[in-house]
């Protein structure tokens, strides 16, 4: 297990010459990759949620594509179409962005629900259908999605079916000071951290990001552990300040990110905490609050963290 913990260090290393802090958001997000699920990174604008993704496609390395999402993209603009071919007087498909090992889909909800649902297949399945033919995207395929919070003005909420398909949603907050001065060092000495991911060397290769993948499912969960994921989800279905509760996919996306995170310690085992420290991330997107906790004031975040303080943490 030391062989990931090793990978990430390295990565880690290239992300941060243009990412200043965010080091927890980063982990989450590599973390996401070798479990083989997607990431939500909702943010207010100019907090470097897509300069955080260019920067980690850059250095993971493979086919990298980016749509940017906008009130008149339409779905086969996402996914492909099919193109008349007068030499032949056949219809051939012409693969759109979404065929790439990493997709980065900036600013997801600028765009309409009908738009967003064309990822839905993309992201469960790994495969996209046009004119009634499947076509299977690359094994690695990953989407790194980036938002602006929902109450921010010219946005659309995130359809439910498709917020469940996020494995995690990571909230990235205004930088700290000392982060932000080096930031503007950076720029007074001439430095445009824009252009640094264009820079970035790939320290780990598409395919071992599969490799890692296999290694991360290798991790050993005991039965207390699984029962622990299982009860924190369960209790979001009857928790009094939610309406609807996490789904069964919730819990497996835990579990997971948990043995990803268990390797990215060094250990080829998954501990309560790893779990802990996962669930709001994996949960934060997936309840809905009843509406007089959200006239209280009341956050998702709240609400999960009382949740797992309240859910029996295994020996």
């Not at 996306?253 to 905490?273: E, N, Q, T, W």
Request: hydrophobic residues 45%; neutral net charge.
């Amino acid at each position: 297990m030391g062989r990931i913990a090793d990978v990430y260090k390295a990565v880690a290393g290239e992300v941060g010459r243009a990412v200043v802090g965010q080091d927890a958001a980063l982990q989450t997000l590599f973390a996401t990759v070798i479990a083989g699920g997607h990431a939500l990174l909702e943010g207010y604008p100019g907090t470097a949620k897509t300069l955080a993704v260019r920067a980690l496609a850059a250095a993971i390395g493979g086919r990298y594509s980016r749509i940017q999402f906008t009130p008149d993209l339409m779905p086969a603009d996402i996914t492909g179409t099919s193109v008349f071919n007068p030499a032949d007087r056949t219809f051939e498909f012409r693969p759109g962005p979404v065929f790439a090992d990493l997709l980065l889909a900036d600013e997801i909800n600028r765009a309409p629900s009908k738009t967003q649902s064309s990822l839905l297949e993309a992201m469960q399945e790994r495969r996209v259908t046009a004119d009634g033919k499947p076509h299977d995207l690359p094994p690695a395929f990953t989407v790194f999605a980036t938002q602006n919070p929902i109450e921010y003005e010219g946005t659309y909420p995130l359809p439910e079916a498709q917020l469940d398909r996020f494995m995690v949603k990571i909230v990235i907050a205004y930088p700290e000071a000392d982060h932000e001065r080096v930031m503007l060092s950076r720029y007074r000495d001439g430095v445009m951290i824009h252009e640094l991911p264009s820079k970035i060397s790939p320290r780990v290769s598409v395919e071992d990001v599969l490799a890692l993948r296999q290694e991360v499912h290798a991790i050993r969960a005991e039965d207390a552990i699984v029962a622990y994921c299982v009860d924190l989800v369960r209790q979001t279905r009857q928790w009094p300040a939610i309406t609807v509760g996490a789904s069964p996919r919730a819990a497996i996306s835990l579990l997971l990110l948990a043995k990803a995170v268990a390797a990215l310690g060094g250990r080829d085992f998954v501990i309560p905490d790893d779990v802990k420290g996962c669930a709001p991330a994996v949960l934060r997107h997936r309840v809905i609050l009843r509406a007089e906790a959200e006239i209280e004031g009341t956050r998702a975040d709240d609400v999960v963290r009382d949740l797992i303080n309240a859910v029996k943490v295994p020996k």
